[in-house]
């Protein structure tokens, strides 16, 4: 079956009205002559000679009427870029219409150039009061009706950008997307069709945005709508409108913050949109470069259609939003359809963001300790992991409030709470005669951020707990780790300073750049379990651990692989002298006491 050709329009606005965009990057002047003109006149003749002088100087569209009655009702459906109006009619005037045009917030900001045979002071100062742009006398003359109507069109188009475009991007903002998704919702209820939206959210953009500045976040903002621009244009299932001048077939926009749409018109299936949205991760995934530095970025996407997943515009942008965080939830760079069970999984989401807001302060965070083993089966550390007990749901798994954590900004004091009691904790084993044990602490970005204030907290946890600082092991995965790299060389310098030592978490699943990675201080490196869990079977698996576990060893860095549950990987790891290792095979992660037991029972322990 042949994909399904799909409309999207992405442009700049081919004339100053916000609600069209047609995307044809035509001349000022094209998009000035392409204004909706309205005449209202209770005189025919006088509407006749107007629209001749103009069709003269190139505008070719018009709605015209001569029943005053009508003229506010006509205005409304069809929303011209401009109206001109004449001021003395019966039943309902000039002044009448004005006013109420201001007082409607459709139709409030249209400029309304007025004619009049009265010359009186009042009459000018009436009209002004009620919103009037511009003054024509009658009998028009055509030169100066045509200058006035330009410079009213020129005035509106400047003001409709600043009001409706964004300034960074100069993509439709988030005012005018809501304005075209309503009005395209309209039509596609009469067309019985449906509308699509992409709801695109960049992965850990507040992190760029803090670490390398606003100005620089914006430059990267405009490169992401440009390469977003770019994948649409190009991609083989989107296709640039063809319809006739004056519809709209869709609107990229930026929405807001590190937030951008897409909406797609027409749509009878969903199956096309799929290829389009995986070509537009792999294009987001691609390095941006970026003061002589590669940036790497991924972005999550929510999708939801219309009428299926709402039928107005506050339903849909809500279940759009809640589909993109979903996203991010199953592990970011990935895209996510909406449906009624993430909305209930978006309330407990709520429901928990608040709990774990109270949840430091209630003590309901703990510690658990999974052991890191030797090839000799040696216990030689422990790595930190954090656990919720809520009172009335139990223990909570990390990869549910973790991310809540992360997103809310509540994981920098959390953060510090698990380097101050992991490190008392190590310091207490110690002390029991339980051996030197390594603690190993994971980092978040968001911590990480703020790399001064993480030395500090890292430092006090130390201080207070007494520990030495060769028993503390920081965690930093390598994707936070290539968001500056340069910068980020003399952070962990300053970490190395207090005698710890530095892992590198989840390797293999981010970016390096193996000449980065060389200049880091680094002391150990950790084989994320998705390539751990397939071997020795999987052929690929087992080729890259070789090769992650060979690269490490060169750059004398201890190897520590993770998720080891079988004997065969553990056979497997040994055979490629894999240093160390954790996993449920040795032991799940456990309480404090419960390692402790663990150690105490072990005639096999490491002595540091």
Known sequence: ??????????????????????????????????????????????????????EDAGYH???????????????????PDVLLLDLMMPEVSGFDILGAMRADEELAHIPVIVLTSSTDAETKLRALELGATDFLAKPVDSSELVLRLRNTLSAKAYQDRLAYYDNVTGLPNRRLFMQRLERSLERAKQSGKRALILHIGLDRFKQI????????????????????????????????????????????????GDEFTI????????????????????????????????????????????????????????????????????????????????????????????????????????????????????????????????????????????PIAEDTGLIVPIGDWVLQAACAQAHAWESAGLGRLRMSVNVSSRQFQDSRLLVESI?????????????????????????????????????????????IDDFGTGYSSLSYLKRFPLDELKVDQSFVRDVPADTDGAAIVSAIIAMAHSLDLTVVAEGVETAAQLDFLKSRSCDEYQGYLFSRPVTADALADLLGDSDELSPG
């Open 1 to 54: 079956m042949p994909q399904q050709e799909l409309a999207v329009d992405i442009g700049l606005p081919a004339r100053p009205d916000p609600t069209h965009h047609d995307g044809g990057g035509p001349s000022e002047a094209q998009a000035l002559s392409d204004a909706l003109i309205m005449l209202v006149d209770d005189e025919p003749t006088t509407t006749d000679i107007v629209q001749m002088y103009l």
């Open 61 to 79: 569209r018009f709605v015209t009427t001569s029943d005053s009655v009508d003229a506010l009702g006509l205005a409304q459906k069809a929303h």
């Open 209 to 256: 945005n803090d670490t390398l500045g606003h100005t620089t976040g914006d430059v990267l903002l405009k490169m992401v709508g440009r390469r977003i621009e770019q994948c649409v244009r190009t991609t083989d299932v989107i296709t640039r409108s063809s319809s006739t001048r004056g519809s709209s077939s869709g609107t990229l926009s930026r929405i807001g």
């Open 263 to 402: 909406l797609l018109l027409d749509i009878e299936g969903t199956d096309a949109v799929t290829p389009m949205v995986r070509r537009l991760l792999d294009s987001l995934g691609d390095p941006f470069r970026l003061q002589g530095e590669d940036l790497f970025l991924t972005a999550s996407i929510g999708i939801v259609v219309s009428p299926d997943d709402g039928e107005d515009v506050e339903t849909l942008l809500k279940h759009a939003g809640i589909a993109m965080s979903h996203a991010k939830q199953r592990g970011r760079n990935t895209y996510q359809f909406y449906s009624e069970s993430l909305n209930a999984q978006s309330m407990r989401r709520l429901s928990l963001e608040n709990a774990l807001r109270k949840a430091l302060e209630n003590e309901e965070l703990v510690l658990h300790y999974q052991p890191q083993v030797d090839a000799a089966h040696r216990v030689t550390g422990a790595e930190a992991l954090l656990r919720w007990n809520h009172p009335e749901l139990g223990m909570i798994a990390p990869g549910e409030f973790i």
């Open 459 to 503: 430092r006090a946890a130390i201080e207070r707990s007494g520990l030495s600082g060769e028993s503390l092991v920081v965690e930093l995965t390598e994707s936070l780790l290539m968001v500056r790299p340069e910068k980020n060389v003399g952070a962990l310098e300053a970490m190395k300073e207090m005698g710890l030592k530095l892992s």
